[in-house]
């Protein structure tokens, strides 16, 4: 190991505004180096965020946020940095790992540490949340709100065989199978993109009629997911110096996914308080899930509360009052899970019949 390793940690922000406007600026950059004297490992971050909030007028207020964060990694312990250290705790200590001449052995982890072997990864991510707020009557008020995230990866793994010297000062390649490296090496790439994005439209009003306090809520809620993965991979490398999937004699091998997902909803709920006293609340949902198939798409849930909070009567009051609160309350409801909607998708794609699995009917996997 090095005697030290270097890690910094900067940020800055700016903030302010007034009544109407307020705003956030924030930017930041972290970076560490490895422990390990014989390998280039680094880690860098970089963030950066924004956030407004403004009243336009007397009933529209607007709202944004942006973040972005990138993350760049390398490191020669190219999928095996577990085993690495594994073996250095396990390796005898009366086994030397130099030769004669001072030569790494194949018992060192040194050479596979020189090998070249590199494990990079780029990351990026965006995330970008906006919002308004009308208020056309008093206790009337109407939300909107837009949330968008998109994530991008690239990756590549180049893992090649160490070098140790025989008697004679000629090059061995060595290799350990337990790291999974072939004699004449291997390389691979991966690409990743997922976007997420969820739009939420609500409303909201209070009615208030004496000792009475009514909240009516609406809404509409909705959830896209797209995600797209390419790997490839070769073997039998023509160069360790210049690697790359077309430059190889081996075995290629790539992979792909494409899958996306979707939910949709609407809800709805009315709470009712009476003096603080007399508590009751409905909800439902009525929600739709792609993963699901198209007959058994759709589900209702309902559920239902009431509450009597007994602390807040005189003769409570007056005779508990060591008491601060006593509330009786129960409810009742129904909920679905999209877990296994998959395998439903797919049995219901095969014609076989799907029995009721749980309390949410066929709607429910738990």
Known sequence: ??????????????????????????????TENGALRYADIDAKRYNFNVSVNARLNDFIKVKSNVKYIKNVNSSPLAGYEDMFFHNLARMRPNVSPYDFYGNWTEQSTVPYLQSGSADRSDNDVLAIQGGLEFSPLKNWKIFTDLNLRRTNNESSMLKLPGTIYGMDGTPILVN??????????????????????????????????????IDLTAGFQQEYTQLKELNSS???????????????????????????????????RINYNYANKFLFEVNGRYDGSSRFAKAQRWGFFPSVSAAYNISEEDFFKENVSWVN??????????????????????????????????????YYFG
């Open 1 to 30: 190991y090095k005697p030290y390793a270097i890690r910094q940690n900067y940020n800055a922000n700016l903030s302010g505004g007034n009544e109407d406007m307020q705003y956030f600026v924030s930017g930041g950059m972290y």
């Open 176 to 213: 350990r199978s337990e790291y999974n490296i072939p004699l004449t090496g291997s390389y691979a790439r991966e690409m990743l993109n997922e976007t997420y994005l969820t739009p939420n439209i609500y409303t909201n009003y209070k009615i208030e009629i004496g000792k009475q306090q």
């Open 234 to 268: 070769a073997t039998e490398l023509i160069s360790f110096d210049r690697p790359g999937l077309d430059l190889s004699t081996g075995t290629k091998s790539s992979t792909e996914v494409r899958n996306h997902w979707a939910t949709r909803g609407f809800f709805a």
């Open 325 to 362: 609160q006593l509330k009786v309350r129960g409810s009742y409801g129904n909920l679905g899970n999209q877990a296994g909607a998959g395998l439903y998708a797919y049995l219901e794609t095969m014609k076989i019949v799907v029995p009721n699995l749980g309390a949410g009917g066929t």
